[in-house]
């Protein structure tokens, strides 16, 4: 499975932004899918996830009313749209994706997912 992520680019605070991220190879084997982010100098955090059905969402505490993750599965896509962006959300984000049934808090952690995307920027300026 391979993952590519794009959509990152530079604004302003208060402005929105897609990321989409693309899924090839053996997507049939994938479940659950997340976006996680890393911030310079800091370690990548969990940003947001979505099991295969879409039916359940989850969402780090300062992303939570903001972003938006959906997934389309005939067009094996993953989205994350952020609304009202603020310079703390400045990061290289991160799509991911995971072969294993996730249950409860299994989601948030980096070590659930078996693939990741090269990383999109996304640059929120003040």
């Known amino acids: 499975v391979q993952l590519q992520a794009f959509g990152g680019g530079l604004v302003q605070a208060g402005d929105f932004l897609g990321l989409f991220c693309a899924a090839s190879?053996?997507?049939?084997?994938?479940?659950?899918a997340g976006w996680f982010r890393q911030a310079p100098g800091k370690e990548r955090e969990f940003v947001s996830a979505i099991n295969w059905r879409g039916s359940s969402t989850y969402y780090g505490d300062s992303v939570k009313g903001r972003f938006t993750i959906s997934r389309d599965n005939a067009k094996n896509t993953l989205y994350l749209q952020m609304n009202r962006l603020k310079p703390e959300d400045t990061a290289i984000y991160y799509c991911?994706?995971?072969?294993?049934?996730?249950?409860?808090?299994?989601?948030?952690?980096?070590?659930?997912?078996?693939?990741w995307g090269q990383g999109t920027e996304v640059t929120v300026s003040s």
């Open positions: 190879g053996r997507t049939f084997d994938l479940t659950a």
């Open positions: 991911a994706a995971s072969i294993n049934r996730l249950y409860s808090g299994g989601h948030y952690s980096q070590s659930s997912y078996q693939y």
